[in-house]
Nanobody, 121 residues
Framework: VQLVESGGGSVQAGGSLRLSCVMSGYTYRTNCMAWFRQAPGKEREAVAYIARGHGRTDYADSVKGRFTISQDRTKGMIYLQMDRLTPEDTAMYFC????????????????WGQGTQVTVS
């Protein structure tokens, strides 16, 4: 499975961005899709995940109520709508896929995109 993110950019605090991730290849092997982020000098952290089959979602406490993960299975797309952005949301955002387990643990994810930069000032 190949993953390619897009939609990053620079935005002022309080603004919004929508990230997209397109899946290609043997996507039926991927049970869970997630967004992670990594700021300079910090560890990669999970932001949100969605179970592709039944659509169950979960979010990191730091983004609950502001970010929304969604999917369009017909198009092989995963989205992350980010509202009320703050400078603390500045990071490289990665799309990731896991064959079995939906979790906030990066090692469960075996498929990764190249990332898209989000900068909030």
């Amino acid at each position: 499975v190949q993953l390619v993110e897009s939609g990053g950019g620079s935005v002022q605090a309080g603004g919004s961005l929508r990230l997209s991730c397109v899946m290609s290849g043997y996507t039926y092997r991927t049970n869970c899709m997630a967004w992670f982020r990594q700021a300079p000098g910090k560890e990669r952290e999970a932001v949100a995940y969605i179970a592709r089959g039944h659509g169950r979602t979960d979010y990191a406490d730091s983004v609950k109520g502001r970010f929304t993960i969604s999917q369009d299975r017909t198009k092989g797309m995963i989205y992350l709508q980010m509202d009320r952005l703050t400078p603390e949301d500045t990071a490289m955002y990665f799309c990731a896929g896991a064959p079995v387990t939906c979790s906030f643990t990066a090692r469960h994810y075996t498929q990764w995109g190249q990332g898209t930069q989000v900068t909030v000032s």
